[in-house]
């Protein structure tokens, strides 16, 4: 553990370097990208640095973490703006599960840091909940304009790949730190990362897992959600062998404006295209990237380890997708579940929203797309549950997070 964190930290101390000095023709920051860094960048180091000093505590406080099984997780993965979250927070409304919440994924990755603010949490109950309903009003103010592309609270389940912030390997990164290779290789993981350090990332990636389980209840089943882990499908395949695995698939020709309009806001923050002017067209080419290795990793995989299911299905009939997701897979629901699953699917039936895009505003055709990634969504396609639309009953484009 002390290799990579030293290791963390002399990448990010390079990221700095770089950027205040790129590499010879490579694009210069502009101002305003220096600015927002050079503030971006201390507070980023000193939040994983509370990370690590957590993870520390643990190998003191709580070592028998380390001896949790991860035994037959579930993996929701797929390309972005596929029905992930939607699909994901159903799912985690199933009492079999547990999965990461977004507070945990952002200030407690530790078991210590969870244990303190779970402490912390059952305090303010008995006061009130001053600080909760403090955090509520705040998260509102501060994240309410997001609902329409990604719907965050502190309290919903969220993709547990922040937990590799610590370790840099969270892709999202590639926003703040568009000229680091290295976060650019996580987002061609199965193809490009060096073995010693995929072995590494993977490693760390399990301890998070046995970390959150022991917090939780090792009986419970994990519930994992991650669209930007479909680079790494194959990765996780090989780690997680009695794994069961569920890919959301939606039309590339309406995957690739959503995600380029989804972190549109975030390109514009940090001003990335300043540093990297090519940044939409690499991103775009990684999105390819998703399908052929989805493609190649669950292709030829069997029926009950992994299920297709496109976002039409999600949209036209919830309930029935659901209920052949865990008939694929051999997974047993309470009549618990499925009540709360008619409510849910009543529920995202009169949900709209008013994210707009489209490929023209990134300099795609439809024909193009389909051109070079037609083929790969069909052959994934092919293999997805089949649900019979209904069109009173289809869902909004909305829920595409």
Known sequence: MLRLFFATQARILALAVRLLFPRRGAGRASPKRLAVMLAFIPVFALVQLIHWVGFLLDEILFPAYR?????????????????????HRVLAADEQYTTFSTWECFFALSVTARRFWLAVGRLDAKVGAPLSRLLRWA???????????????????????????????????????????????????????????????????????????????????LLSKNAAFAPLAQALAERFQDARFVI???????????????????????????????LRARLTEQLAFYYRNLGQAFGAASENRCVCVTMSALKSDLASTIEQIYGQLGLDSTAQFKARLALREAESRGYSSSHSYSLEQYGLSREEVERRLGDLYAKLSARAIAVEETPKRRQPEALAS
Not at 67 to 87: A, N, Q, W
Not at 150 to 169: I, N, Q
Not at 272 to 277: C, E, G, H, K, R
Request: proline fraction near 7%; glycine fraction near 6%.
């Open 248 to 278: 959301c698939l939606r039309e590339p020709a309406n995957t690739i404006p959503s995600q380029l309009s989804s972190i549109e806001s975030g390109i514009d923050f940090f001003d990335a295209l300043s540093q990297a002017p090519d």
């Open 67 to 87: 001896r949790v099984d991860v035994r037959e997780p579930i993996f929701v993965l797929g390309v972005p703006r596929s029905g992930t979250t939607h699909l």
């Open 139 to 221: 998260e509102g103010k501060l994240l309410g304009g997001m609902a329409d592309v990604h719907s965050m609270s502190l309290w919903d389940a969220e993709e547990d790949y922040f937990a590799l912030m610590p370790v840099l390997a969270c892709f999202i990164l590639v926003l703040p730190f568009a000229h680091s290779d290295f976060v650019w290789r996580m987002g061609t993981f199965d193809r490009d990362m060096p073995e010693a350090e995929r072995r590494r990332i993977m490693d760390f990636y399990y301890r998070a897992l046995q970390r959150h389980l022991y917090v939780h209840g090792p009986d419970k089943r």
